[in-house]
């Protein structure tokens, strides 16, 4: 009497090979097939396929209008030379979370060892941690000082704390730049609009949604551990970053 080890006595796959490309739209049939295959035929297709399992990528959402607009900017520029990328300021603001607590460090442990100090992260009762905002501008050749912002950022703050004492003494050292910043409500504002028009700051368009195209995002990337760059220290790290990312500069 034969077993399941006898040569021709293979258990089919409940999965077809050659159908492992289109599970999403497959389902429904399988479904009414009541032939849905179980987790462990999944993940095993998944593997054999080269797949694992990952988060998403987060994204900006694009409206039909927010792609159009960032079309129509890329083809206004598409002629820019290395020249005149270099004579932009491009700034921006970000946070940073001074506590490693986000909800996506993973460690490995023994069963005994969940209360280690290795093991374990120290947060706020009331939210996330401690965060900073900071702010800065970078071209090829130049930077700004790198700025600390207490709170938030609002109108008032942006023109008197960040314009004012930052952005237009270095214009006026760099009459042939232009400044770039975001569509951010505290920068669109009429007052700020019309403070810089009264300075004669050149503002150069920028589409919404777009952080993409401002390389002083390569900047912050850089801040693997901003933790542990506080006051003097964090603005070193500004230094360094800038210097080194600009050796590479590309637009």
């Known amino acids: 009497m034969c077993n399941n080890t006898c040569t021709g006595l293979v258990r089919p796959n409940i999965t077809p090979a050659g159908t492992g490309t289109g599970w999403q739209q497959q389902l429904p049939e399988l479904h009414q097939e009541r032939t849905i ?17 990952c988060r998403p990528v987060v994204r900006q959402v694009l409206t039909i209008h927010h792609r159009q607009q960032r079309r129509l900017w890329a083809q206004a520029h598409r002629r820019w030379t290395g020249q005149d990328w270099q004579k932009v300021l491009f700034t921006d603001e970000s946070w940073f979370c001074l506590t490693r607590g986000d909800g996506r460090i993973r460690v ?3 069963r005994n060892e969940r209360y280690t100090e290795a093991c374990t992260l120290e947060r706020d009762q009331f939210g996330g941690g401690v965060s900073v905002m900071v702010w800065g501008g970078v ?10 912002i207490a709170g938030n950022l609002n109108t008032v703050r942006y023109r008197e704390d960040i314009i004012l004492p930052h952005v237009v003494p270095f214009l006026q050292a760099h009459p042939d730049m232009t400044l770039q910043h975001d569509n951010a409500t505290s920068h669109t504002a009429c007052s700020v609009r019309d403070f810089l028009q009264d300075r004669n700051v050149s503002v150069l368009p920028w589409p919404a949604k777009s952080p993409d195209l401002n390389p002083i995002e390569h900047i912050w990337d850089l801040w693997i551990s901003p933790q542990k760059c506080l006051g003097t220290c964090m603005c070193l790290w500004w230094k360094s970053g800038v210097t080194s990312h600009s050796k590479n500069w590309r637009i």
């Open 37 to 53: 295959p179980p987790s462990v035929s999944v993940c095993n297709r998944l593997r054999e396929a080269g797949l694992r399992a």
């Open 108 to 110: 490995y442990r023994r």
């Open 139 to 148: 071209s090829q050749h130049h930077w700004t000082k790198l700025v600390v």
